[in-house]
Antibody
Framework: QVQLQESGPGLVKPSQTLSLTCTVS??????????WSWIRQPAGKGLEWIGR???????NYNPSLKSRVTISVDTSKNQFSLKLSSVTAADTAVYYC??????????WGQGTLVTVSS | QSALTQPASVSGSPGQSITISCTGTSSDVGSYNLVSWYQQHPGKAPKLMIY???KRPSGVSNRFSGSKSGNTASLTISGLQAEDEADYYCCSYAGSSTWVFGGGTKLTVL
């Protein structure tokens, strides 16, 4: 059973860079033809797809966030990561990592709250 | 790329059926058979309920079904149960390797 776990600072100052890591367990991140995604959810609001990465390093990003987002993968650690630069209060949200199985998301992490505040 | 449109809330009594709509455009919902639906209980991660418009993952109750007509996808829950009370989100492939979610619908079981 694949499990995903997000980790990283819960508080980030405005204009700084948000950095999160997702650790995958229960299987190798390189097995199967899966992409690995980041999705976020502001409090009381809907879900927003941020982007995805394949283990080759190929990435795709939400056009609305593309200029600020970088997703990377470390296959030796079975992890993938998210960096979001120049954050504002609007980036405060619960951030989820998820496995993209084709065109849907079948395994999700529990989510981690990141608050942007000085 | 705008969010898909869902009703803010729906409700039903135990045993009844309800349907949640998800309206997109000809660039997303209407172009691909790639709508998925997620159930989210408070404080929990979303759970996949339907994928590729109508398919149900192993382990998901057959009380959940998906359909689509034109630019609108729908999730139907039959035989409502108390544990179905949750938020539901639709998601569609939007082309160019991007995805778009709906704003979510709160289901209340009366």
């Amino acid at each position: 059973q694949v499990q995903l776990q997000e980790s990283g600072p819960g508080l980030v100052k405005p204009s700084q860079t948000l950095s999160l890591t997702c650790t995958v367990s229960g299987g190798s991140i390189t097995s199967g033809s899966y992409y690995w995604s980041w999705i976020r959810q502001p409090a009381g609001k809907g879900l927003e797809w941020i982007g995805r990465i394949y283990t080759s390093g190929s990435t795709n990003y939400n056009p609305s966030l593309k200029s600020r987002v970088t997703i990377s993968v470390d296959t030796s650690k079975n992890q993938f990561s998210l960096k979001l630069s120049s954050v504002t209060a609007a980036d405060t949200a619960v951030y989820y990592c998820a496995r993209a199985n084709g065109f849907y998301f079948d395994y999700w992490g529990q989510g981690t709250l990141v608050t942007v505040s000085s | 790329q705008s969010a898909l449109t869902q009703p803010a809330s729906v409700s039903g009594s135990p045993g009844q059926s309800i349907t949640i709509s998800c309206t997109g455009t000809s660039s997303d919902v209407g172009s691909y058979n790639l709508v998925s639906w997620y159930q989210q209980h408070p404080g929990k991660a979303p759970k996949l309920m339907i994928y590729e418009d109508t398919k149900r993952p192993s382990g998901v109750s057959n009380r959940f079904s998906g359909s689509k007509s034109g630019n609108t996808a729908s999730l139907t829950i039959s035989g409502l149960q108390a544990e179905d009370e949750a938020d539901y989100y639709c998601c569609s492939y939007a082309g160019s390797s991007t995805w778009v979610f709906g704003g979510g619908t709160k289901l209340t079981v009366l």
